[in-house]
Structure formats: C-alpha cells, structure tokens
C-alpha cells in the first residue's frame, strides 16, 4: 500500500512541475 502512496504522490508531483492539458485534474488543481 506504501508503493501506490508513493507512486501516486510522484504522479501529483509531476502534474504539478509540468500541467497537461489532457488531465482536467490538473487545471482544477491550479
């Protein structure tokens, strides 16, 4: 469970470096 916590919160970090146009997420986030 620690692994998908991990690999999630490098998942966020990289949205968050560089926002993709694909992910609506990501403009929600911003």
Not at 1 to 30: C, Q, W, Y
Request: proline share 7%.
């Amino acid at each position: 469970m620690r692994s998908l916590g991990e690999r999630f919160n490098k998942l966020r970090a990289k949205v968050d470096i560089s926002p993709t146009n694909d992910d609506p997420r990501s403009i929600a986030h911003d």
